[in-house]
């Protein structure tokens, strides 16, 4: 009769899980939330180095965990749901890691529309093992007639790459709990990326209608979104950032600085102009020694030298 060969002797690993009768070995520790969410990402990497060609990113969208049956009730028991936790959290760092492909003009779109993460064992694994298979398709069968399987030994805790049979794949237990699918978030176009960003970072609005002849009363708007904002008249030529540049002659340069602080989500103003009414109430002027911060509330009414008035009002 025909002894059964065992899933590592068919990967010619069969020795490397023998115990030697002269040593006793220590118990493997039971992988933790963190290891496992640092081999996932690991893995995702290297799909993208191994998989990705020209100027396209690619990279799998199903992780298959392997685990020892002991490994995997332990690692469960008590912490019901901590696998997915683990996955939303390794699907975070997946975005993270493509977004720099994508800013470096790289093509960076999904081969399926969802992550999916199987977490499974086999009574072959011992105590301490990790292995791992990816696919570019969730749920979709494997066309070749051999998948790849990477597989970490505790003995040495290099990892390895084989090719093996299909057949050799079903003595895998899977779990329900151990399933879990998450939809992929398609990333916007960078202009739009950009315009995103910027209508969640809107902290608030200043408006002006300038009176001078050459613009007849227009109105002139500027969207606050950074925490730290100059206001300054038609004879600044700077090109500093964060600058309202108001096109009138009635306006020092600088004249004002308005400060956001997010703790408190309020705003203060500091004036180095002329003369500046903040709600009809003239505010200190500073200079470059002494800064004179003022609470500034949303709606307020800013006067500056008698003449060119502006609001802030919330985004």
Not at 146 to 169: C, H, M
Not at 183 to 193: F, G, N, S, T
Not at 257 to 281: C, H, M, P, V, W
Request: hydrophobic share 35%.
């Amino acid at each position: 009769m025909k002894s059964k060969t065992t899933l590592w002797q068919r990967l010619g690993l069969h020795n490397w899980f023998l115990k030697n009768s002269a040593v006793e070995e220590k118990e493997p520790p039971i992988p933790t939330p963190e290891k496992v969410y640092r081999y996932i990402t690991d893995k995702f990497n290297e799909s993208i180095e191994q998989l990705s060609f020209a100027n396209r990113i690619v990279f799998y969208h199903e992780y298959i965990i392997c685990l020892n049956p002991d490994d995997y009730q332990a690692f469960m028991a008590n912490k019901q749901g901590l696998f997915g936790l683990v996955t939303q959290e390794c699907v975070k760092a997946f975005y993270d890691l493509l977004a720099p492909y994508r800013d470096a003009g790289k093509t960076v779109e999904p081969s399926a529309t969802k992550w999916v993460f199987r977490f499974v064992s086999h009574p072959e694994y011992a105590r301490g093992d990790i292995g791992f298979i990816g696919k570019l398709l969730p749920g979709s069968e494997q066309r070749d007639e051999n998948v790849r399987v990477t597989f970490i030994p505790r003995q040495t805790g290099i990892a390895e790459t084989y090719d093996v049979s299909q057949d050799v794949l079903k003595g895998f237990t899977f779990y329900s709990e151990g399933y879990y699918e998450i939809p992929y978030v398609d990333a916007l176009h960078d202009d739009e990326k950009r315009q995103s960003h910027a209508s969640r970072s809107k902290l608030g609005r200043l408006e002006t209608i300038l009176p001078d002849k050459a613009f007849a009363g227009r109105k002139v708007e500027y969207v606050i979104s950074d925490e730290e904002v100059i206001i300054t008249g038609a004879g600044d030529a700077g090109e500093a950032p964060a600058t309202f540049r108001v096109p009138s002659d009635w306006v020092d340069t600088p004249h004002l600085r308005i400060r956001y602080d997010r703790e408190t989500s309020q705003f203060y103003l500091a004036s180095f102009g002329e003369k500046t009414l903040l709600n009809e109430k003239e505010v200190v002027r500073s200079d470059i020694n002494t800064t004179s911060w003022v609470e500034m509330p949303f709606n307020s009414k800013m006067l500056l030298n008698g003449i060119v008035g502006i609001n802030l009002f919330k985004p």
